[in-house]
């Protein structure tokens, strides 16, 4: 299998000039929910993990951001765009693919193909073909008879067999094989790699984050926790290990989501607070997904 490229290589160009992406104090209320003040910004040629939990409101920004609902507050730009002032050329701008899509369930990959020929003036036919036939999606059958991953695929051909400036995706490699994901890992990273794109996706999968995300959006209860690139956070922190009796009561206030079993604990500390443990403790740098399960698990302990 082809191996991925680390995140910032010298063959990626990378392009300053411009933010791909930029959301300024986004907000929106409902009954029973509200998403605070979220602000952030992606350079052209970089990607963007956005995490969190399920309610946490993932799915809500970047339905804000796509314009698919209306925001009470705040402003989106893309490329220099404002979806107020010129909200063709800023839909056209996004290529969304979603973890419930919206393909029409009696349409096939026939009817899909002409409407994107008339809707898309910068529709790649051919390369959308070679899409298809890659991936062995069936010109005649109705999307209804599709797997879930199927739609997916194809949802994925639609956004980049044309001229996109970012792509959006809500938990869109979940529930792909693996082999199918790594592929489309692998087709982000060449997406980005003129310097000229990028990409902002949710997912639950957290191990995607560690092979290509250079930011990483942490949000939890509609506010926004952190954004921070990758390199940044894991040195921010360190994981810990260590037995029963090196978790004192020094040592427990500077952990973040401590796991206690009969062994011992795991936790994540400070960098700067690694001083307060016991010298029995094994440090060891963090992975992304023990970053966020930890101060997770810490949030829970602590709502």
């Known amino acids: ?34 998403l605070s003040d979220i602000s952030f910004s992606i350079p052209k040629g970089y990607i963007m993990g956005y995490v969190g939990q399920n309610g946490s409101g993932k799915t809500t920004t970047l339905s804000l951001i796509s314009h698919l609902i209306r925001a009470d507050g705040g402003t989106c730009v893309i ?10 050329a800023y839909r056209a701008a996004i290529g969304f693919v979603g973890d419930s899509d ?20 910068t529709f790649r036919e051919q390369e959308f073909n070679d899409y298809m036939k890659k991936w062995k999606l069936p010109e005649k059958k109705k999307i209804k ?44 990273q060449d997406y980005i790699s003129d310097g000229e794109h990028s990409v902002l996706f949710s997912t639950h999968i957290l191990s995607d984050l ?6 990483i959006f942490f949000i939890n209860g509609g506010k926004k926790i952190f954004c921070e690139t990758k390199e940044d956070l894991q040195e921010e922190w360190m994981l810990v290990k260590g037995g029963p009796g090196d ?57």
């Open 210 to 215: 560690e092979q290509i995300a250079d930011y």
């Open 247 to 303: 978790l004192d009561a020094r040592a427990r206030k500077c952990l973040v989501g401590i796991k206690e079993s009969g062994v011992g604990f795991e936790a994540i500390v400070r960098s700067d607070d690694a001083a307060c443990l016991p010298p029995g403790c094994l440090l060891e740098k963090p992975l992304i997904d023990q970053i966020i399960v930890h101060m997770i698990q810490d949030m829970e302990g602590k709502s």
């Open 1 to 34: 299998m082809k191996r991925l490229r680390l995140c910032r290589n010298r063959n990626r160009k990378e392009n300053r000039n411009m933010d791909a992406l930029e959301v300024k104090g986004l907000q929106k209320e409902y009954k029973d929910f509200t």
């Open 102 to 121: 919206g393909l029409l369930p009696d349409f096939t990959v026939k009817n899909i193909r002409s409407i994107c020929r008339d809707f898309y003036p």
């Open 145 to 188: 008879e599709f797997s879930r991953g199927m739609r997916v695929k194809l949802m994925f051909a639609i956004a980049l067999a044309r001229d996109t400036r970012v792509l959006i995706l809500d938990e869109a490699t979940n529930g792909l094989d693996p082999v199918v994901r790594q592929e489309i890992l692998e087709i982000l």
């Open 79 to 88: 490329d220099g765009l404002r979806y107020e002032e010129q909200p063709i």
